[in-house]
């Protein structure tokens, strides 16, 4: 991999790292409204739950891959 093909890798990741976080801002919205609204929920293994869980937990992947100098492109 070429210095500017590692670049872009690296600015595609941090970007996606960051648009994670705003989905999982988004989804915990979503459900807390759904819980609100009284809708059912079915605990900790609800769609919502593991959906986020996934999504923080490859953005804190991402993150340690990328973000190593503790900045974000």
Request: glycine share 8%.
């Given at each position: 991999?070429t ?26 919205a ?18 919502r ?24 492109i």
């Amino acid at each position: 991999m070429t210095p500017k093909q590692e670049a872009q890798v690296k600015k595609a990741g941090m970007k996606l790292a960051e648009a994670l976080d705003k989905a999982g801002d988004a989804l915990n919205a979503y459900s807390r409204a759904c819980l609100n609204a009284g809708l059912p929920f079915k605990g900790a293994d609800d769609g919502r739950v593991l959906l986020l869980e996934n999504m923080v937990e490859y953005q804190m992947y991402l993150r340690s891959i990328y973000d190593k100098e503790g900045t974000s492109i």
